[in-house]
């Protein structure tokens, strides 16, 4: 028998809850942060579990909107009794459940989102895998510089997703002087771009368009744009879905650039991704993408800070375990936590979609 364990944990069964969308216009982002996550914990779960417990994802529905993402967490925390929130989608809705995250306590890892608010003022229980927006926007920034572009429009979602990624190109854009000619927005979970099109691509065009959506209303704007023969360049964050993206595209998608914040699912040569695609083969899923593989990613450094925790597992040390990863390497990809850092990586990997369909760095 163990020590009385914290909620969630029970001798043979840990609980960890994810808000994240299967439905709506981000839906694709969701399945595949959670499908890559079930994978491994699957893989953990046949091998007997951590000190013999198996991992339970309980994962709910938001539709990315951040009023449900609020009370699918009240639910996760007091209904199905979490031990830990894991692999939340987006921006908006890990906001909303920022304060009820803070109150309780609770370990909220590897969030699918590189907004400032998760880091930003340091957040003890708060652990990001993922690179953030200001570092995929410097990475960006610097990539048009050297190509002698001066100017940058910005298309962002009308939520705190697109904020943060709006403040992002405005600090990098003033770092690498230049000058943000116009901008405009998109509802969430919406592709009316037509405003945006007028504005960005007609009325004021740039040398770039930098675009902070989720992939429909992205596809949407570049399809409308290359109709009204834009050449682009695009550049879009990592939030954006690369594959989804790719999918909603189809002829259009040629010369876009994606940054992604993972390494690549599809390397050959990396024993992270390696390890991936042998652990989605063995659950039975026969094609790889970037969601699922940080999906992956974030189920391996919670499965590793649950095995450090020991055997009388509670919240505090599972806390104090994920502190200790310092630069954890996992093959190919490094985690830095530390008692005052909780931003575990700065990777960044420029791609760009061919007239194929593939995605390459």
Sequence with gaps: MFAQAEVGVTDSEITIGQSAALTGAA???????????????DQINKRGGIHGRKIRLVTLDDGYEPERAALNTKKLLETEDAFALFGYVGTPTSNASLSQIKQSGVPFIAPYTGANSLRAPFIRNVFNIRASYGDEAMEIAEFMSKMGMSTVNILYQDDAYGSAGLAAMQEAAAKYKLTITATATVKRNSVDVSRAVEE??????????????????????ISAARGRNSVGPFY???FVGTEALVNELKQDGNGVIVTQVVPS??????PVAQDYQKT????????VDYPSMEGYLGAR?????????????????????LE????????????????TNRSGSQF?????????????S
């Design 280 to 287: 989605m083969k063995a659950a039975g899923i026969n094609t």
């Design 265 to 270: 699912p599809y390397s050959a040569i990396k």
């Design 236 to 238: 879009n964050v990592s």
């Design 200 to 221: 960005l691509v007609i009325r004021k065009p740039a040398n770039a368009i930098f675009i902070v959506s989720t992939y429909k209303s992205s596809a949407a704007f």
């Design 348 to 360: 960044i990997d420029m791609t760009i979609l061919d007239r194929t369909g593939k995605i390459r």
């Design 27 to 41: 839906a694709e982002l969701g399945k595949g942060v959670s499908r890559g996550a079930n994978a491994y914990f």
């Design 301 to 321: 450094i919670l499965v590793e800070g649950i095995k450090r925790a020991g055997r009388d597992l509670n919240r505090e040390k599972l806390i104090t375990a």
């Design 324 to 339: 200790g990863l310092n630069n954890y390497d996992m093959g190919g990809f490094r985690v830095n936590f530390s008692g």
